[in-house]
């Protein structure tokens, strides 16, 4: 080990070592037997000459020296990514010209009135509701963490509730009236399966006593399969359950104030 500083010099020599030459430069510490020749603290003896121990290999880490990394965060770009949508024909909605509604008459049921600006809902005579929204614009593999119908409410319901269903089959909102869900295509059950639905219960249901703006909460599971099948997305069904026939009316996607229009929002993941 070669030292160059006057201080390990003077070190060396109180503790008994010396310098040797000729084979040594005058730099290096000679040792052998005896305590006038031992090598001082922190150097060995080696072959005459005092050195400083060998640290451990180059290949082996110092346990002293040994960093645990901390957790590697994914790239921003791998986290699962929130996004709300809106679908209506709204002003500023997200996704237009995706909404549909028309109102299903039992005391008309060949008669097809899906172009009015107010969509009706009874319980005697039975009129009930569909709409629809194309969410085909969120990705086949996103996961619904919400979903809310806004509707405007004009009037109101006295007494009872709206039940919301899902709609069994597809149809068109030119063609359907209560017989028939497009032209010349009935429906397996008339007035697409009103009031019961086939038994499946409802997806949503409110009462409200007022004219109002709402927002109705949806089931998720019911929309989430709309999103991962966008061909089985048939819409939803109003109903009013009131037992003295009551009813109410709320504005259609076709309403002059736009901004009163249907609107369906949609918060996902992927």
């Keep these: ?73 994914p790239p921003a770009d791998a986290r699962p990514q929130i996004t709300t949508l809106t679908f209506g024909e709204r002003a500023g909605a997200d996704r237009t010209g995706v909404a549909a509604d028309v109102t299903l008459m039992a005391d008309n049921p060949n008669t097809n009135v899906g172009s009015l600006e107010g969509v009706e809902i009874d319980a005697d005579p039975l009129r009930i509701t569909l709409m629809r929204f194309d969410l ?26 709206f039940q919301l269903h899902r709609v069994p089959q597809s149809w068109t909102e030119a063609g359907a009236t209560w017989n ?43 929309v989430q399969a709309w999103v991962d099948a966008p061909a089985a997305n048939f819409g939803l069904a109003w109903v009013s359950t009131s037992g003295d026939g009551r009813g109410g009316q709320l504005r259609s996607r076709e309403y002059a104030t736009v901004n009163e229009r249907p609107l369906l929002r949609v918060t996902f993941q992927r």
């Design 180 to 222: 028939q869900r497009a032209p010349g295509a009935p429906w397996a059950v008339p007035g697409a399966g009103a009031p019961g639905f086939g038994g499946a219960g409802p997806i949503a249901e409110i009462a409200p006593r007022a004219v109002d703006a709402l927002t109705i909460p949806l089931e998720v599971a019911t």
């Design 1 to 73: 080990m070669r030292l160059f500083l006057s201080t390990v010099l003077v070190a060396a020599t109180a503790a008994g070592c010396r310098f040797e030459a000729p084979g040594f430069d005058g730099t290096e510490y000679a040792c052998g037997s005896g305590p006038e020749l031992e090598c001082p603290s922190g150097f060995t003896c080696v072959d005459g000459r005092c050195v400083v121990p060998a640290g451990p290999p180059d290949d082996e880490p110092d346990a002293a020296a040994v960093v645990v990394d901390a957790p590697v965060e």
């Design 136 to 161: 085909s614009a969120i990705p086949s593999d996103a996961t619904v963490m919400s979903a809310e119908l806004l509707v405007s409410l004009f009037d109101p319901l006295e007494s009872g509730t």
